[in-house]
């Protein structure tokens, strides 16, 4: 029955997940959608702001020459790869264009104004009331033919041209054929206005008589589309570029297709999961439209993974609440266990708080307590007695008894916390330690270290020192050991302390218990001093072979 229901709550969260991924797929296709027609927009508007340059550049000089501009448009086409062509276009009359044509020659040999007859055939223009003829271009090596080109030749050039001098803004051209192209229009040039009066900024119409001609920035719409969503991640959309400005009807300026390869072994594809998106913008003049679709392949819409491995985890989800149960019941075992050694681990303490006050207690009432009795017969005979050899006699007793005081009470702070520890770190506390301890039990001690080791973090510092403590406590009391080894050493970015003996040693087996730990209270409280500064306690021994301990601490 549990299994039943298990299945049965695993097939239909698999299905709302599926759900809730589908609509992800949705929302990312929407917000993918926004963030290329927002890019697409901002291409555009570059190179609105590169015309607007160029035409800043014009306004801010009375005369430029063929040699200004040229560097100064080849300075922003090495700066900014969507710009195919820079142009300056001045506006030529009727009974100015022999006198045009005549300057052009300077610089152009056999400079006209001209108009395209058929493809790649450029012919003198006809008579007109006014031209609009390409003077300088660059880069001109790629662009010769259309040197003197007349734009009001072109019904679609003359529009925009005309639409720039009234409004006084930039103003770009439907998509067009370039005169040295021959395929399809998938270009567009923006024309920036030209005034007599360059101080007026051009927010308002400016007068015809005024208009002196447009530069002119053209740009390849696909350079301009790839340009400006090269930067985004790649989602498998494709998409139209449609210029929608015209009454007429919409004309596809560009069609971007993903290179994204399929990700799914049986994709879905867009019929099957209709995707749609539209977004658009207008700048210059034009009312663009991108229409967005998914790739074949490029969209993941069908199972996801997190799908099949949700419906292969309720598969198997039945079979897993029973290992669960097992799981449970050896926690439960463990935590029992574990209850079982902090309990002892509390009873320890409180021996050790017990032994402790024991000690205490007969330090000062055996030692200190006597002493200071008999310093206090010896200041009554002193000052009793006016026999100057009995005077001399107590004073040198009882110098004798301060001093033996002294030591005991030295010896006392010494064993609860050793002030070096604290003043000078564990290698000089360890020192004396194991100094004093030699003297009292008359082990042969040897203490190995590396001098280089410096200060260590205080927990990590009284940890080790406590361990050691414990461990040469163990020795004395039950190794019967003639001769100890203390090691302290820092490989890398761990801190290793071993104690070895040559005692009688003991089997390590019997003194663990079924969880692991230490049946001992004495090594259980070496393990937890070491564990508790995230270290880790090894035991080699064995009956008539002595034992080595050894503590492994992590240095941060």
């Known amino acids: 029955m549990a299994f039943l229901l298990v299945l049965f709550m695993t097939l239909f969260a698999a299905s709302y997940v599926e759900s809730l991924e589908l609509r992800s797929h949705r929302e990312a296709f929407e917000s993918a959608s926004r963030d290329r027609t927002a890019a697409v927009r901002r291409g555009f508007e570059a190179g609105q702001a590169i015309v607007e340059s160029v035409g800043s550049f014009f306004d801010a000089s009375s005369d430029v020459s063929d040699q200004d501009f040229d560097l100064f448009a080849r300075s922003l086409i090495r700066d900014h790869q969507i710009l195919s062509a820079l142009s300056w276009v001045p506006r030529v009359l009727a009974d100015e264009r022999a006198s045009h044509e005549a300057l052009g020659g300077l610089t152009h040999p056999g400079y006209r104004i001209t108009e395209r007859e058929g493809p790649g055939e450029m012919v003198p223009r006809a008579d007109a009331e006014e031209y609009f003829p390409v003077r300088y271009i660059v880069p001109v090596e790629t662009n010769e033919e259309a040197v003197g080109f007349d734009l009001g030749s072109d019904a679609t050039r003359l529009s925009a041209v005309q639409e720039a001098g009234r409004r006084g803004t930039v103003v770009s051209t439907a998509p067009l054929v370039l005169v040295q192209d021959q395929g399809p229009g998938r270009a567009i040039a923006m024309h920036r206005p030209l005034y007599d009066q360059p101080q007026i900024e051009h927010l308002e119409p400016q007068s015809s008589d005024s208009f002196r001609g447009v530069v ?8 301009v589309v790839l340009e400006a969503i090269q930067s985004l991640e790649p989602m498998g959309l494709d998409f139209d570029l449609l210029d929608v400005t015209d009454p007429s009807g919409p004309v596809e300026v560009c069609n971007h297709r993903s290179d994204l390869q399929a990700r799914v072994e049986s994709a879905v594809l867009a019929d099957e999961v209709p995707l749609r998106s539209t977004g658009g913008f207008e700048i210059c003049g034009r009312t663009y439209q991108l229409a967005f ?61 017990e032994s402790e006050r024991q000690f205490l207690a007969r330090e000062l009432h055996d030692q200190l307590g006597q002493d200071l009795t008999a310093l206090r017969v010896n200041m009554h005979v002193v000052a ?12 040198a007793e009882s110098n004798s008894i301060l001093d033996r005081i002294l030591e005991q009470v030295q010896s006392i702070s010494l064993d609860l916390r050793p002030t070096v520890l604290d003043d000078l770190g ?48 163990n020795v004395v009391r039950h190794a019967r050991a003639s001769k100890l080894q203390v090691a302290l050493c820092q490989p890398g970015r761990e801190l290793q302390v071993s104690i070895a003996d040559d005692g009688v040693g003991f089997e390590p087996r019997t003194k663990r218990s079924v969880a692991g730990g230490f049946t ?23 009956p008539g072979g002595g034992t080595l301990v050894t503590a492994r601490i992590p240095i941060e």
């Not at 002119?216 to 350079?223: H, K, L, N, P």
């Not at 989800?317 to 509390?346: C, E, F, H, K, P």
């Not at 409280?525 to 021994?541: A, D, K, N, P």
């Open 216 to 223: 002119s920035a053209v740009f390849q719409i696909q350079d």
């Open 293 to 353: 679709r998914p790739a074949p392949g490029g969209l993941d819409l069908g199972m996801s993974p997190a799908v099949r491995g949700l419906l292969i985890f309720g598969t198997l989800l039945a079979l897993a609440i029973a290992a669960l149960v097992v799981i449970l019941q050896r926690s439960d075992a463990r935590a029992r266990r574990n209850a079982g050694v902090l309990q002892r681990l509390s009873q320890r303490l409180i021996t050790v708080q």
């Open 384 to 395: 009793s007695t006016d026999h100057p050899e009995r005077q001399q006699r107590a004073f």
């Open 426 to 473: 564990l290698q000089p506390a360890l020192q004396t330690y194991l100094r004093r301890e030699a003297e009292r039990s008359g082990l042969k001690l040897e203490f190995h270290t590396n001098p280089l080791i410096g200060r260590l973090p205080e927990d990590v510092e009284t940890a080790v020192f406590r361990f050691t403590q414990e461990a040469v406590v």
């Open 520 to 542: 001992s209270c004495g090594l259980l409280g070496m393990q937890e001093r070491v564990t508790l500064v995230g270290g880790t306690m090894e035991i080699e021994s064995r």
